[in-house]
């Protein structure tokens, strides 16, 4: 079992926290951040592409896509930012190993990661995640625009999680500001990157999950009920808790997508459904700001 934690919402964005395990047994989950934290402009869409509605439905998004040079080429920024107690722990390696995992699942759907820059700092209060340090480290360190992918691998991140991140909305819409989206970006613990310190979860594929997010995915257990509109996605098997290592239950759960809880190696999909979702939000929010 594993205790997920409410998070604060990141400021104007739309946020979604993801638990890291726990050691106290027989807790039950509640819900995470997600839809509760998300912004309106997140949810209205959601709903509006769910109902095939949406201004970025099939043929918005192909007139987006075919006007882009290379429509799955997505930039990326790594942030290593460790505790003075932890400053040598993530070496030089581990970020090229990260890029590859978060490749190696993307990949089959078109989409590629190129990675920029690698920053790194040792900063006992960044590392945290936690309110003002974490605003400040995202002010300081955040590159590119609101279609470059900051990902920060802190080593001490706050409040048991694996990892947590905004989900793509309006935020940025027609602004070119980078100071009305500073804080987008997803906050991972470094100890989740391939062969870092945490058991099961070590393989990379923490930073496939927050980066669904940051694509605009919600988890596949969305509302922990078999009612409602889950995740909004038609594809995926409603699941009304998250799965916990890899075992199925009940039967249809998917256990095996990236935007469940299940342990690194059992990740393996994303449906067809969640990567058309993607590439809608992209059209929609990221793609030219
Ligand atoms: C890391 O910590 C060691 C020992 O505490 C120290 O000697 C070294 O200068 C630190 N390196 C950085 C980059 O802060
Ligand atoms: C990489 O990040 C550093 C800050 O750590 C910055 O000075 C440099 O300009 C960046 N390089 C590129 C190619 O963006």
Redesign the pocket.
Known sequence: MRTPFLLASLGLLASAADPQPSSAPGQPFDCGTGTQSADQSYLDTIQQLHDGKAKGSLAARAAVLAAHDDPGKIQAIFHIVMTNAANDSITNVMPQAQLDSLNAAYNPYNIQFML??V?RNTNDAWAVGKGDDDTNMKHTLR?GTYNTLNLYFQTDLVGGVLGRCTLSSAVANGKGNPSVYFNDGCNINANAMPDELMDGFNKGKTAVRETGHWLGLLHTFEGYSCDGPGDYIDDTPIESTATDGCLTYPKNDPIHNYMDYSIDDCYEVFTGLQVQRTESMWSMFRDGN
């Open positions: 920029q820059n920053t590159q």
